[in-house]
């Protein structure tokens, strides 16, 4: 079964007598444990689509399907304790908390969420950590240190409450090629021993080159999808 499957989604916006249709009908499957990029010019409607996927948004109209979850159906309580138990996000700006060390960061959302008792915490937060090099600089805080760094300390918050799917709106954005290429890894590796779900929004050639599956968005049309990228058992 899919882990995420959408059937005629449509989203329109309102703003007085004016209308948009950001997204105008489009149908997709997506496998669990899959590397999937949206891809499309500034506009297209590729942040549209994966914030309807993460539960910041409701379609207009059509059947939304999030690990078995018709998501299109929540209300706004019911959608956030979702989010929360099965879905995390990685910004291109980062959104680390500024006044948090990296360790704390990463920390945040066991305590708002999974209510981990501390010394469960203090593992978890550790090993995940150290698993993409971030370790020695645990007691940093954020303007403390590079893009690159900080991108790191954002998947590992990403991925420490085990979600089934990790949502990344342009991740690559602020990296330069070597920063991007080691947090890229980084995802893969973690999708490969954890079996998360990774679905990108992005204009990164690096990141479609890795995406298994590759859709493409125009005008809030989906296009086409294209298999490729690599990948490891």
């Not at 910004?91 to 704390?104: A, R, S, W, Y």
């Not at 999708?191 to 990164?204: A, E, N, Q, V």
């Not at 298994?212 to 296009?223: M, P």
Request: glycine share 8%.
């Amino acid at each position: 079964m899919s882990l995420v499957s959408a059937r005629e989604i449509v989203k329109t916006y309102r703003t007085g007598e004016i209308e948009v249709r950001a997204i105008k009908g489009v149908d997709f499957d997506i496998e669990a444990s899959s590397f999937v990029s949206f891809v499309g010019p500034s506009g297209s409607g590729k942040t549209t689509l994966l914030n309807m996927i993460g539960c910041l948004d409701k379609p207009t109209e059509g059947t939304l399907t999030v690990a078995g979850m018709d998501v299109s159906r929540l209300d706004r309580v019911s959608g956030a304790r979702f989010r929360g138990e099965t879905i995390s996000f990685v910004f291109q700006d980062f959104n680390l908390i500024p006044v948090l060390t990296g360790f704390e960061n990463v920390e945040y959302p066991l305590v708002m969420v999974q209510h981990y008792p501390a010394p469960e915490r203090r593992k978890r937060v550790l090993a995940l950590l150290d698993a993409v090099g971030m370790a020695p600089m645990k007691d940093k805080f954020p303007d403390q240190l590079s893009g690159g760094q900080k991108q790191r300390v954002a998947v590992a918050r990403a991925l420490v409450t085990n979600p089934k799917l990790i949502l990344a709106d342009e991740p690559t954005a602020n990296l330069d090629h070597a920063s991007a290429a080691n947090v890229l890894t980084i995802m893969k590796e973690m999708r490969d021993s954890s079996g998360t779900t990774f679905i990108f929004s992005t204009h990164d050639p690096k990141v479609m080159a890795e995406a298994e599956v590759t859709f493409t968005l125009e005008d809030g049309l989906l296009s086409n999808s294209q298999k490729g990228g690599t990948r490891h058992a």
